[in-house]
């Protein structure tokens, strides 16, 4: 069965910093891009970071530029976002995203992996 799940989300304040991993099983993540995606309550999914299946070109919106990095292991079939600095509006519950080509548009397109997302909370 094709899945990806997420983990490492949680209560952080802010400044500080989490971890995020996705877990590929049933299918191979080094021939797909992987992407970060957000919502908060009442607001648009947005993409947030991706990083290629090939030379491993990253993309970071500008709202996290310099504060998260994307990166893979695909001996693990596993993908992290690493997130520092951490501001009460990164507020919101993070999915991953496999797909054939590097994008952060939410889409839906066909081919697409989505796990079931991880919360994360930046609050004092």
């Known amino acids: 069965q094709v899945q990806l799940v997420e983990s490492g989300g949680g209560l952080v304040q802010p400044g500080g910093s989490l971890r995020l991993s996705c877990a ?33 070109g990253t993309y970071y919106a500008d709202s996290v530029k310099g504060r998260f990095t994307i990166s893979r292991d695909n001996a693990k079939n596993t ?3 690493q997130m520092n600095s951490l501001k009460p509006e ?15 548009v939410a889409g839906p397109f066909e081919g697409d992996y ?4 991880t919360q994360v909370t930046v609050s004092s």
């Open 24 to 56: 590929a099983s049933g299918f191979t993540l080094e021939y797909y891009a992987l992407a970060w995606f957000r919502q908060a309550p009442g607001k648009e999914r947005e993409g947030v970071s991706c990083i290629g299946s090939g030379d491993g």
């Open 114 to 117: 989505w796990g079931q997302g």
């Open 79 to 81: 993908a992290y976002l």
């Open 90 to 104: 990164d507020t919101g519950v993070y999915y991953c995203l496999a797909r054939g080509h590097c994008s952060v």
